[in-house]
């Protein structure tokens, strides 16, 4: 029953996929069997060939397709991937909430009401349009389909990231169970569901980590993560402290989720990260900061926009430890 990581150069070659993220361009189209999410951003550093990250079970899953959601299921877990091109009459506002309204339909119809992690990618993240900042049509989307479907938009909300691409549809990659995830908040920084009005007219839904427990695993999903200490952002213009920010809320983060989480601390070391930066000049400094405290942790650095236009870099990242039956 066990969720396995897959974190390679190499495509799967064996074994039952539940789903995949494919990092990087160039991608080449093709569709594999199994529901992908085509991470339309540039891979920063050495190598830079598209990077296959899937989540393998032991036996076959389910699989099928339900309003344009393509989704595996395998005993009480489910992955699943939606995109969503906006057209003339569909801003991203309506396609936030249509791909999330979709998305609660799947997860009723599934038995499967909770949802542990959101991947969202959108074009154009910190453009206006029709007076309103693209990401902030996002949340203002993703807010109205939570309540619509009767879901807390404060509180027990799932962990996620949101980056800017530069072009293709909106894209949510999401994995869902049967047992609720443990929301992991920030004692640093306002929880991002409680942001004041002032970035904008709905605070984003998603909680600074989740704890999920699926049979006989622990898992830690730390959502993207960026200099901001209270509600407000921190170190404008400089890369390099708003990288040891970030870090320091990840610290922060861990801290709070070894209080919440029976089995303690996961270390700095013990995750895996994406991190995203906003000019891809800056890896250099970026990776220098990443490599002075976590130096041998699996680490993929994209170029990619964050979704307040003044932060330059964001860190998300994972974790998993077996556990003993309870
Ligand atoms: C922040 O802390 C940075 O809207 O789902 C990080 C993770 C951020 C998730 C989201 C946004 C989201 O506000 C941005």
Redesign the pocket.
Known sequence: MALIFHSSANPVAAGHVLGESLVGEPWNGATPAWPLQPLRAPLLGAGSTPWHEAWLVDSPPLAGESEGIRWRRQGDQLFGVIEIDEGPDVGLQAASEAAYARLFRLLDAQGLPHLWR?W?YMADINQDQQGLER?RQ??LG?AQAFEGASRCVVGRVP????LGVRSGPLSVAFLAGSTPAVPVENPR?VS?FL?PGE?GPRS???S?AALVYPPGQELLFI????S?VGHQSVHLGDVAAQTRESLDNIEAVLAEAQRLSPRGAFALADLSYRVYIRHAADLGAVRAEMAGRVASAETLYLQAD???SE?LV?I?AQGLRVVQAA
């Open positions: 959101l969202n990401y996002f949340n993703r962990a996620a990231c949101a920084q991002a942001y970035y984003p839904t998603f600074r959502s993207g993560t960026a901001i964050v979704c307040r932060l964001e998300e």
